[in-house]
């Protein structure tokens, strides 16, 4: 059970004493009113001592329910509470897998363009020496051609 429209403790609790002690203050007012000596007024005690332990039996009710309400609030808090604690221990992992990817990631990007340079350079010489080879087969053929006419 929700209760997002919850007075304060404080404001219950207040309003709840008020009431009871200006039902009590009256009720009693009126015992006080009748000393119980003749047939009537004993009658009439006998009544508000009859109300007045219907006042405690509801007032035992409503305390056994406003105690049933806080354990209950209670429950709810603490699983709210156990939500929070876990969303936060998610939330971090999560912050460190983002770190770790970007580290990873900045990683793989490094490793890149070294092989990107690595590669670059290995290409020239490549390059070079694929030239050099074309020459060399061009003065040996010229060489051939030189020998092969005389």
């Given at each position: 059970?929700?209760?997002p429209?919850l007075?304060p403790?404080q ?5 709840k ?15 006080d ?8 007024n ?7 001592k ?25 429950d709810?808090?603490?699983?709210k ?6 969303n ?6 999560l912050?460190e897998?983002?770190?770790l ?16 340079n690595?590669?670059?350079k290995?290409n020239?010489?490549?390059n070079?020496?694929y030239?050099?080879?074309i020459?060399?087969?061009?003065i ?9 006419y005389?």
């Open positions: 059970m929700s209760c429209n007075k403790y404001d219950v609790r207040n309003d004493l008020s009431s009871i002690n200006k039902y009590l203050t009256e009720l009693l007012d009126n015992y009113n009748y000393p119980g000596t003749d047939p009537d004993t009658k009439m005690r006998q009544q508000y009859a109300q007045l332990d219907k006042l405690n039996n509801e007032m035992i009710k409503i305390l056994n329910e406003d105690t049933a309400l806080l354990l209950e609030q209670n709810e808090l603490n699983q509470t156990k939500q929070v604690n876990d936060t221990d998610f939330i971090k992992q912050k897998k983002i770190e990817e970007k580290t990873s990631n900045a990683a793989r990007e490094k490793s890149e363009k070294d092989m990107y690595i590669y670059e290995q020239k010489y490549h070079v020496k030239y050099l080879n020459l060399v087969f061009l040996f053929l010229s060489l051939l051609a030189v020998v092969l005389k």
